[in-house]
């Protein structure tokens, strides 16, 4: 046997720069649209393991391209909608960020904390911010992660991607008008607003679920973090099947006791199918397949995953369902669900991280700035359950015998247990897989880009400032200054965050003009995007290639002027069964044969005419 041209330290762009026809290989599982027109800087390596594809076998397929010395020459490829679809959604998710989310969430709070009281802003304002955080900031992050990544982890491509992206506007329309309905009530049309913001959210989770579903049935490849996302989707359906009930709740009451029973009754619920059924689930479901594959940290055993999904989904179930009945009944033996559902949740919290093997040490070739984040992040989910356990015995035994309160119930504690969750472990982890895939699908290397340690400090240090000044605005009014502050020092952090992601976008797009740039100056470029039309207007003698292969369409003229001008190679290929790279091959030597003739014409005519 040969020795290999090609092994699995080499990076990506070196081999797709040296052997062209790899790049349909690579494409094959699911590098379309990763580190432009030469892939991100990773070792071949690293990426089959993110793709879970055996190395040798991909090592097999790449130097048997390579060793068939295909002359097609440079390839550029033409991102599709569906390549780059994650941009527009982290886009739209740091818009809301630093417009409804995290920005008037920092304002809300320094009101709060000039006026010495949590109920110093009105409750439209908290209610407005914390829906735009889950539905805007949360639900565009997972919405672009996952129409961009799990189709490639699937092998396959995203299931009619224009009806993908148009759940974007859909969302944002309906985040943007369910502001303003709480911001106008109960004044002018605030209902019909708020319920058809509602509407439109509800069609954009539910095209989001079936373009998923979708994309997921045609892979037929099922991998054990399938449940998870399921259940997420399930949760997020819920979710804004309840959204435009909870805003007529809370927005049409019409004593203060009427309101203060609705949002005591259905606030506590509705949040934890918002924030652990929709994050939570769908976080742990991704760490599944990313924090192995992307770190090569240990894979959880398949009992730990079956109990982590049984027993997040169950308790989150048993905490909605135990509460609701508590509150309505007005029995309070219900509420023995809370603590055990916050004790599974703990262990959760506690074993995931073990699990993995998340704070041993990281071969340094696979560390990189997001490691630092995603640590982090699992830290203060242990730190959130933990406090979310100890909720009763706060309640009971320090808050009410110190401050003499007739309820036993701290908003404070609460307030900083919802914190630690949204922040550190939500927020968090977004920062840091982010951090890492938005650089290696724009084409920069992830280990030369900025460490981010200001966004890290920043992010920890107001997190913590906020949970602390907030349980001790129990005690003492001094801590609302403090606690006032807290938000912007996350949003700073933030925001160094957020530039420094539009800023490898931009780089992506601008390795993708060049590379379109200079394939516009060589007379034909030959890749699996190429259209058919252009092979044929060019070589009309390619045609009896295609009908060799069982193209039988492309003998109708009107079809060849019409069909083959929006249809690809990879696209016809695939719908006649055709080996991809094969296919690929004979073309590029045909065209390479056509291209030696023309010149050795051209040089006789020359010669002739001299």
Same mark, same amino acid.
């Given at each position: 046997?040969?020795?290999?041209?090609?092994?699995?330290?080499?990076?990506?762009?070196?081999?797709?720069?040296?052997?062209?026809?790899?790049?349909?290989?690579?494409?094959?599982?699911?590098?379309?649209?990763?580190?432009?027109?030469?892939?991100?800087?990773? &070792?071949?390596?690293?990426?089959?393991?993110?793709?879970?594809?055996?190395?040798?076998?991909?090592?097999?397929?790449?130097?048997?391209?390579?060793?068939?010395?295909?002359?097609?020459?440079?390839?550029?490829?033409?991102?599709?909608?569906?390549?780059?679809?994650?941009?527009?959604?982290?886009? *739209?998710?740091?818009?809301?960020?630093?417009?409804?989310?995290?920005?008037?969430?920092?304002?809300?709070?320094?009101?709060?904390?000039?006026?010495?009281?949590?109920?110093?802003?009105?409750?439209?304002?908290?209610?407005?911010?914390?829906?735009?955080?889950?539905?805007?900031?949360?639900?565009?992050?997972?919405?672009?992660?996952?129409?961009?990544?799990?189709?490639?982890?699937?092998?396959?491509?995203?299931?009619?991607?224009?009806?993908?992206?148009?759940?974007?506007?859909?969302?944002?329309?309906?985040?943007?008008?369910?502001?303003?309905?709480?911001?106008?009530?109960?004044?002018?049309?605030?209902?019909?607003?708020?319920?058809?913001?509602?509407?439109?959210?509800?069609?954009?989770?539910?095209?989001?679920?079936?373009?998923?579903?979708?994309?997921?049935?045609?892979?037929?490849?099922?991998?054990?973090?399938?449940?998870?996302?399921?259940?997420?989707?399930?949760?997020?359906?819920?979710?804004?099947?309840?959204?435009?009930?909870?805003?007529?709740?809370?927005?049409?009451?019409?004593?203060?006791?009427?309101?203060?029973?609705?949002?005591?009754?259905?606030?506590?619920?509705?949040?934890?199918?918002?924030?652990?059924?929709? *994050?939570?689930?769908?976080?742990?479901?991704?760490?599944?397949?990313?924090?192995?594959?992307?770190?090569?940290?240990?894979?959880?055993?398949?009992?730990?995953?079956?109990?982590?999904?049984?027993?997040?989904?169950?308790?989150?179930?048993?905490?909605?369902? &135990?509460?609701?009945?508590?509150?309505?009944?007005?029995?309070?033996?219900?509420?023995?669900?809370?603590?055990?559902?916050?004790?599974?949740?703990?262990?959760?919290?506690?074993? &995931?991280?073990?699990?993995?093997?998340?704070?041993?040490?990281?071969?340094?070739?696979?560390?990189?700035?997001?490691?630092?984040?995603?640590?982090?992040?699992?830290?203060?989910?242990?730190?959130?359950?933990?406090?979310?356990?100890?909720?009763?015995?706060?309640?009971?035994?320090?808050?009410?015998?110190?401050?003499?309160?007739?309820?036993?119930?701290?908003?404070?504690?609460?307030?900083?247990?919802?914190?630690?969750?949204?922040?550190?472990?939500?927020?968090?982890?977004?920062?840091?897989?982010?951090?890492?895939?938005?650089?290696?699908?724009?084409?920069?290397?992830?280990?030369?880009?900025?460490?981010?340690?200001?966004?890290?400090?920043?992010?920890?240090?107001? $997190?913590?400032?906020?949970?602390?000044?907030?349980?001790?605005?129990?005690?003492?009014?001094?801590?609302?200054?403090?606690?006032?502050?807290?938000?912007?020092?996350?949003?700073?952090?933030?925001?160094?965050?957020?530039?420094?992601?539009?800023? $490898?976008?931009?780089?992506?797009?601008?390795?993708?003009?060049?590379?379109?740039?200079?394939?516009?100056?060589?007379?034909?470029?030959?890749?699996?995007?190429?259209?058919?039309?252009?092979?044929?207007?060019?070589?009309?003698?390619?045609?009896?290639?295609?009908?060799?292969?069982?193209?039988?369409?492309?003998?109708?003229?009107?079809?060849?002027?019409?069909?083959?001008?929006?249809?690809?190679?990879?696209?016809?290929?695939?719908?006649?069964?055709?080996?991809? $790279?094969?296919?690929?091959?004979?073309?590029?030597?045909?065209?390479?044969?056509?291209?030696?003739?023309?010149?050795?014409?051209?040089?006789?005519?020359?010669?002739?005419?001299?």
């Amino acid at each position: 046997m040969s020795e290999r041209r090609i092994t699995g330290e080499m990076l990506l762009p070196d081999v797709i720069r040296r052997f062209p026809a790899t790049r349909a290989v690579f494409d094959r599982y699911g590098l379309h649209g990763c580190g432009g027109p030469e892939g991100p800087r990773e &070792t071949i390596a690293w990426f089959a393991r993110l793709h879970s594809v055996p190395l040798e076998q991909l090592l097999e397929e790449l130097n048997a391209v390579a060793e068939g010395g295909s002359p097609i020459g440079e390839i550029a490829v033409q991102p599709t909608r569906a390549d780059t679809i994650y941009r527009p959604f982290f886009l *739209a998710g740091l818009v809301t960020l630093f417009t409804l989310g995290c920005a008037w969430g920092a304002v809300n709070l320094w009101l709060i904390g000039t006026r010495q009281n949590f109920a110093g802003v009105d409750y439209s304002w908290i209610l407005a911010h914390g829906h735009a955080m889950v539905f805007g900031v949360v639900g565009f992050f997972i919405m672009g992660f996952a129409y961009q990544a799990f189709p490639r982890f699937k092998h396959t491509s995203l299931w009619r991607p224009t009806l993908a992206f148009g759940t974007l506007p859909l969302m944002a329309v309906g985040i943007a008008l369910q502001a303003i309905a709480h911001l106008l009530a109960p004044r002018g049309p605030f209902l019909a607003l708020g319920l058809l913001a509602g509407a439109l959210q509800f069609l954009a989770v539910a095209l989001f679920a079936g373009v998923l579903r979708q994309t997921f049935r045609q892979a037929a490849r099922p991998e054990p973090y399938d449940r998870f996302l399921r259940a997420a989707l399930m949760w997020f359906l819920l979710a804004a099947v309840a959204n435009p009930v909870i805003f007529w709740l809370f927005e049409t009451a019409r004593t203060r006791s009427e309101f203060l029973f609705r949002v005591a009754t259905f606030n506590i619920p509705y949040r934890d199918v918002q924030l652990l059924g929709i *994050a939570v689930v769908m976080i742990l479901g991704v760490s599944l397949r990313f924090l192995p594959h992307a770190y090569a940290l240990r894979e959880p055993t398949p009992a730990w995953r079956r109990f982590t999904f049984w027993g997040t989904n169950g308790a989150i179930a048993t905490a909605v369902l &135990t509460f609701l009945a508590s509150m309505l009944s007005g029995d309070s033996r219900w509420l023995i669900g809370q603590p055990i559902a916050a004790l599974v949740l703990l262990l959760i919290a506690l074993g &995931t991280p073990r699990q993995y093997r998340l704070f041993g040490p990281i071969p340094e070739s696979e560390r990189d700035r997001g490691v630092k984040f995603i640590r982090a992040a699992y830290v203060w989910f242990i730190v959130a359950m933990a406090m979310l356990v100890f909720v009763p015995v706060y309640n009971l035994l320090i808050y009410q015998p110190l401050t003499g309160a007739a309820v036993p119930f701290s908003h404070a504690f609460f307030g900083a247990y919802r914190h630690a969750l949204t922040v550190g472990f939500i927020t968090m982890m977004i920062v840091g897989v982010s951090s890492k895939v938005v650089p290696t699908l724009s084409g920069v290397d992830v280990r030369s880009a900025p460490a981010l340690w200001p966004t890290f400090w920043l992010l920890n240090a107001g $997190n913590a400032l906020r949970i602390t000044a907030e349980i001790a605005t129990d005690y003492t009014r001094a801590a609302f200054a403090v606690m006032g502050l807290s938000g912007f020092i996350e949003v700073a952090g933030l925001a160094l965050w957020g530039y420094e992601l539009v800023r $490898n976008m931009r780089a992506g797009k601008r390795l993708e003009r060049e590379a379109w740039t200079r394939a516009a100056s060589e007379p034909l470029v030959l890749g699996p995007q190429t259209k058919v039309a252009d092979i044929l207007e060019r070589y009309p003698q390619a045609l009896e290639i295609f009908l060799r292969h069982g193209f039988a369409p492309l003998q109708n003229p009107i079809l060849r002027r019409t069909m083959a001008r929006v249809v690809t190679l990879e696209q016809a290929c695939r719908r006649e069964g055709v080996e991809l $790279n094969r296919f690929l091959a004979e073309l590029g030597a045909f065209i390479e044969a056509e291209r030696k003739a023309h010149a050795s014409s051209s040089e006789a005519r020359e010669a002739f005419s001299v």
